[in-house]
């Protein structure tokens, strides 16, 4: 049976500020689609049936792993509500370099996630390489959530949450990232 | 010097208050051994085979008298009174307790010193000439982009968990002191025709099992254009380099993979995609950097200096010493001046507390408080007036680093070994520690004159055996130490990669056949022809035949 990502076995979905309700449904291949249900399907099934599911979804989201071929999946990012990217081990690095990718190149704008073993001291890199919610497990703390995401508050780089990089502080351009958005 | 400004401070107290908790949790068992690894891997925390140890970063060899003073506080108070310097410009301390880590750390980012990233899958404390701004005929120096770099690298959100470890050297100077032909991305600042500064940029060098000479994937990188071209060959490598094997994992395999004109095309594709976003530098950062760097006020001196010369003609252990440990200054009536840390059956690179506070004090009084941290695993004082080198070298004397012997065959490279390094499989300390008692003859190495020996206690290769001169590898043999020889390995300009010369060797037999191949060297050279360009000119069936006595 289908049932919302957030009560998948037991992962529950998390924004950078903790817990929230989501209403994607995880959809095995062989799973059928529920009119007017919000679906999260492979990426093979998507590349498969992306007719039939673009008709009877109301919303339609991929999971996708550390080596997507992004070319391939770019006819698709303007149809697309979700896009799942898997850590295939805790420090698979990939999902970084997607995340930026899919949001400075590829201009996708809505809900990107990260599902896999990584733990919530990386959250703030996800955060700003472009990823905004979370699919995690049971034991992943919440409290380190908070803890990790407010670990930083300046950056020599620019992430693609466009903050203003400390080169560009002490030029006193203080709207520069901002602006550039 | 580089000085920290608000936002380096708060990057660095927000870092360690970061790893405080970390290190908390990991002790409440919130954090598994598993996720707390690479994390403390990324604060420079090892498990070793004894003790914690701590890899604390010099970067880009540079450190002022406070911070070394600091490091002799830190061996004293959190170690046992020692500490151990890198081939990496970097200082470890082998007998840390994790739950003194946080502590140690906040003393150090008093003076801007710490461990980040000096291990873990991630962009590491970035290299550079030892000699950087006072060598003649540097066309820059590179400790400006090197801490462009170090700032951009700090906490990279996209490149914190690559494939495996990254090493970046610059060098400025037309002789590569820097090694950057053995590194993931090394950089050889160079003008272009039009006499514009850029760099040429090297990738996908790398010592390990698989010894790999960098590839030039530019000749002339405009300067501005620096640190977008960096991401793309790190984007590139994290996307596509392998993660299924630790062994495949450099970047030096996926430019061997792809094969390097692939591969370089695949780095100017995703540059001429991204090299607009933003990530260079804005010229007032670079210029904002760069005058940290500018020559010191150095005194008008005219030379020759009487004192000097004369010191030079009543003493020969002081001629000695300056012959091999004095190079040239740029600006007249000053010398560089190399610290060995290589007493003769010493273990290479140890200071204890009270020497490193006695070249802090040193550096004070002769050498405009600044001390360089070389890859050779030796000290540098950047700035010593030659009236003063007299007084230096005595004072030197005094603390057992008077040592005549920089870049002779007693100044041996070693990494741990099977002392203290749960990899290895061998020793190398007293490998090391018995070549150099059997040379201890200061005119016996004299006249043997320039000779790089490098020792590794595995084929990971921290001893950097691959660029020795002479390579010792350390290799395990039925349960027994052994010792694998190569010869003709380089790490300068004119890099190579050492070759096996034959079957291994005991630990008895090591230091044995490294004399043999001395001896050999000696009977064949031309005059004035140093070892390398020896075994280059005659290769190496001379030295076979007088190590197994049979010629091929
Ligand atoms: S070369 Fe091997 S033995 Fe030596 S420090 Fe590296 S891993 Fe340890």
Request: with cysteine.
């Amino acid at each position: 049976m289908a049932s919302p990502v957030n009560q998948v076995g037991s992962n529950r979905v998390l924004d950078r500020n903790g817990p929230i309700t989501d209403g994607w449904e995880r959809l095995a291949d062989d799973e059928t689609v529920k009119p007017g249900a919000a679906v999260l399907v492979s990426f093979q099934r998507l590349k498969n049936e992306h007719n039939a599911l673009f008709a009877e979804a109301a919303a339609v989201g991929v999971e996708v792993g550390g080596d997507v071929n992004l070319d391939e999946l770019e006819p698709f990012l303007p149809r697309l509500g979700l896009i799942v990217v898997r850590f295939a081990f805790m420090r698979d690095g990939r999902p970084f370099s997607v995340g930026r990718l899919l949001r400075e190149r590829f201009h996708y704008t809505r809900d990107l996630r990260a599902v896999g073993d990584f733990i919530p001291d990386q959250i703030l890199f996800l955060l700003r390489c472009g990823f905004n919610s979370f699919e995690a497990g049971p034991d992943f703390s919440v409290d380190a959530l908070k803890h990790g995401v407010a670990a930083y508050t300046v950056w020599y780089q620019r992430g693609v949450e466009r903050n203003v990089t400390i080169a560009e502080r002490r030029l006193g351009k203080e709207n520069l990232g901002q602006e550039s958005a | 010097m580089y000085i920290y400004d608000d936002f380096d401070h708060t990057i660095a107290k927000q870092r360690v208050a970061e790893f405080r908790d970390q290190v908390n949790r990991r002790i409440k068992g919130e954090l598994t051994e598993e996720q707390f690894r690479p994390l403390r891997l990324m604060n420079g925390l090892y498990l070793q085979l004894h003790a914690y140890m701590l890899r604390i970063a010099v970067p880009y060899g540079t450190l002022s008298a406070a911070q070394m003073r600091k490091l002799a506080h830190i061996a004293r108070v959190y170690d046992r009174g020692y500490g151990h310097f890198t081939t990496r410009q970097n200082i470890q301390y082998n007998w840390i307790k994790l739950e003194q880590v946080p502590d140690l750390m906040a003393e150090l980012a008093t003076v801007q010193l710490h461990g980040n990233q000096t291990s873990g899958n991630c962009v590491r404390n970035v290299t550079a000439d030892h000699f950087s701004g006072v060598i003649d005929g540097e066309i820059e120096d590179p400790r400006i982009v090197s801490e462009a770099i170090r700032q951009w690298s700090t906490f990279h959100p996209e490149f914190s968990w690559l494939p495996r470890k990254f090493k970046i050297a610059v060098t400025g100077a037309e002789k590569d002191r820097a090694a950057v032909q053995w590194h993931d991305i090394g950089l050889h600042i160079v003008r272009d025709d039009a006499g514009e500064v850029g760099y040429a940029v090297y990738v996908g060098g790398g010592m390990g099992r698989i010894p790999v000479l960098a590839t030039k994937v530019r000749g002339f990188l405009p300067k501005r254009e620096l640190l977008s071209y960096l991401e793309a060959i790190l984007r590139v490598y994290n996307r596509y380099g392998r993660r299924d094997n630790i062994h495949k994992a450099r970047i030096k395999i996926l430019v061997r993979d792809l094969g390097p004109e692939e591969f370089i095309r695949q780095v100017e594709e995703e540059w001429e995609a991204s090299r607009h976003s933003g990530v260079n530098l804005p010229p007032e950062e670079e210029i904002r950097i760069a005058r940290y760097f500018e020559p010191p006020a150095y005194e008008k001196i005219a030379v020759p200096v009487a004192a000097f010369e004369d010191a030079k003609k009543a003493n020969r252990a002081f001629a000695q010493w300056i012959s091999t440990n004095v190079h040239p200054h740029k600006t007249p009536g000053y010398a560089i001046v190399t610290i060995s840390l290589k007493p003769i059956g010493g273990i290479p690179g140890d200071a204890s507390a009270e020497q490193m506070e006695a070249v802090a004090s040193l550096a004070e009084r002769f050498s405009l408080a600044e001390i360089r941290v070389s890859h050779i695993q030796n000290l540098v004082l950047p700035h010593v007036r030659q009236a003063d080198l007299f007084a230096v070298w005595q004072e030197l004397g005094k603390i057992g680093f008077a040592n005549a012997n920089a870049g002779l065959v007693t100044d041996i490279i070693a990494c741990p070994g099977l002392d203290y390094c749960s990899l290895a499989n061998a020793r190398s300390i007293p490998v090391a520690q018995r070549i150099s008692e059997r040379f201890a003859d200061l005119d016996r190495q004299h006249k043997i004159g320039a000779l790089q020996i490098k020792i590794s206690g595995c084929i990971n290769a921290c001893g950097h055996h691959h660029a020795g001169h002479i390579g010792i590898l350390g290799v395990d043999k039925a349960g027994q130490e052994f010792y694998q020889l190569t010869l003709g390995g380089a790490g300068d300009e004119t890099a190579s990669t050492g070759q096996l010369i034959g079957p291994g060797f005991s630990s008895d037999g090591i230091v044995d056949a490294v004399e043999k191949v001395i001896d050999a060297y000696l009977d064949l050279r031309q005059p004035n022809e140093t070892f390398i360009s020896a075994y280059r000119r005659v290769g190496p069936a001379p030295f076979k035949e007088k190590l197994y006595g049979v010629s091929r």
